[in-house]
C-alpha cells in the first residue's frame, strides 16, 4: 500500500515538474522569439498581428512600391467596378505625394482590401467642407506629407476602406465571409486612427461616401473637431 502512494506522489510530483518546465520554455519562447516578432511588425506597420493558434493570419501594411499601388487600384475596381469617382492617375499621384496613405490588409499573404486616410491642407478641408472643393482636389492638390502637417492641427481626408466582395452577391456564405473580411479592414484602419490621435492634434476630418457601382450616388460628409487625448 505504502509503495502505492509513494509511486503516486512521485507521478505527481513528475507531472508538476513536467508543467512547471513547460511554463519556463513557453515564458522564454515568447520572449525571446514571439514578442520580438510582433513588435518588429508593429515597427514596420503590420498592426493587425495574427491571433496565436488561429488561421488565417492577418496582416497589413502601407503601399509602398508602384506594384502595390496598382494592388490598391485593382482591388478599387473590382469593388466599384467601372464608375470610379477618379480616375487611377489620380490615386498614384497621391501616392506619389504621400506614400503613407493607401495601406493594403492580407489575408494568408492574400490582399483583400485597403484603406486610405490622408493628411490635407487646411486651406482645402475647409474648402472641402464648404463644397468647393473635389474629391480628386483632395487627393492631389490638397494632399500633404506627414512629415509637412502641423502636429497642433492636423487635417483628415478619410478616402475609405474598400473589401470587394468575392463570389456572386447573392451567395450567402460569401456575404458572411465578405463582412468578415470588411470588419478587419477597418479594424486596422480604426487602429491607425488611435495611433493617430496619440501623437497629434485633429482638428477636422472629411469624406465623400461612395457606394458599389450600381448602388446609389456619392456624398460627402464632416467629421467633428476632435482633440488629441
Not at 485597403?114 to 473635389?134: K, L, N, T
Not at 494632399?143 to 492641427?153: I, Q
Request: aromatic share 10%.
Amino acid at each position: 500500500m505504502w509503495e502505492w502512494i509513494v509511486g503516486g506522489l512521485v507521478a505527481l510530483g513528475g507531472i508538476f515538474v513536467a508543467w512547471g518546465l513547460k511554463k519556463i520554455f513557453d515564458h522564454y519562447y515568447h520572449s525571446l522569439w514571439t514578442k520580438p516578432r510582433e513588435e518588429s511588425k508593429s515597427a514596420s506597420g503590420e498592426h493587425l498581428a495574427s491571433p496565436p493558434g488561429r488561421v488565417p493570419k492577418y496582416t497589413s501594411h502601407f503601399a509602398r512600391t508602384p506594384h502595390e499601388v496598382e494592388t490598391v487600384l485593382r482591388l478599387r475596381r473590382d469593388f466599384f467596378g467601372p464608375k470610379v469617382l477618379v480616375p487611377d492617375d489620380t490615386y498614384r499621384d497621391c501616392w506619389r505625394r504621400n506614400p503613407d496613405v493607401m495601406k493594403l490588409v492580407y489575408c494568408d499573404h492574400k490582399p483583400i482590401g485597403y484603406w486610405s486616410v490622408i493628411p490635407v491642407s487646411r486651406d482645402g478641408y475647409e474648402r472641402f467642407v464648404r463644397g468647393e472643393g473635389s474629391h480628386a482636389e483632395m487627393l492631389t492638390r490638397h494632399c500633404v506629407d506627414w512629415d509637412e502637417a502641423d502636429p497642433a492641427a492636423v487635417y483628415l481626408y478619410v478616402v475609405g476602406a474598400v473589401v470587394p466582395l468575392r463570389g456572386a452577391a447573392d451567395d450567402a456564405t460569401q456575404a458572411v465571409l465578405h463582412r468578415l473580411l470588411s470588419g478587419r479592414v477597418v479594424l486596422d484602419m480604426c487602429h491607425f486612427g488611435q495611433e493617430v490621435l496619440r501623437r497629434v492634434s485633429v482638428m477636422g476630418s472629411a469624406g465623400t461616401r461612395a457606394a458599389p457601382a450600381g448602388t446609389g450616388s456619392s456624398n460627402r460628409w464632416r467629421g467633428s473637431r476632435s482633440r488629441r487625448f
